[in-house]
Nanobody, 126 residues
Framework: QVQLQESGPGLVKPSQTLSLTCTVS??????????WSWIRQPPGKGLEWIGY???????YYSPSLKSRTSISRDTSKKQFTLQLSSVTPEDTAVYYC??????????????????WGQGTQVTVSS
């Protein structure tokens, strides 16, 4: 059973960089055929896909967030990390790390994620 757990600060000041780490247990982030994604849900809004890193280390980001987003990984620790720079209060959201089989990926509106972390609240405020 794969489990994902987000960690990172719950409060970030405007203009700073948000950094969250997802630790994976029960599986490997280098297993062929999976994309490891970050998704967020602002208060009162729907889910928003941020980006993913593949089993081979390739990355793909939402066009609307691409200029501020970086996703990296540490395979030895089975972790992948989200960095979102120049945050504003509009980046306040619950952030989730997830896994999706590459065969289920058809774009940012994909829904067939098979594992999710519990989510972590990040508030951007001074």
């Amino acid at each position: 059973q794969v489990q994902l757990q987000e960690s990172g600060p719950g409060l970030v000041k405007p203009s700073q960089t948000l950094s969250l780490t997802c630790t994976v247990s029960g599986g490997s982030i280098t297993t062929n055929g999976y994309y490891w994604s970050w998704i967020r849900q602002p208060p009162g809004k729907g889910l928003e896909w941020i980006g993913y890193i593949t089993y081979s280390g390739s990355t793909y980001y939402s066009p609307s967030l691409k200029s501020r987003t970086s996703i990296s990984r540490d395979t030895s620790k089975k972790q992948f990390t989200l960095q979102l720079s120049s945050v504003t209060p509009e980046d306040t959201a619950v952030y989730y790390c997830t896994r999706i089989p590459s065969s289920s990926w058809y774009g940012p509106s994909s829904t067939r994620y098979d594992y999710w972390g519990q989510g972590t609240q990040v508030t951007v405020s001074s």
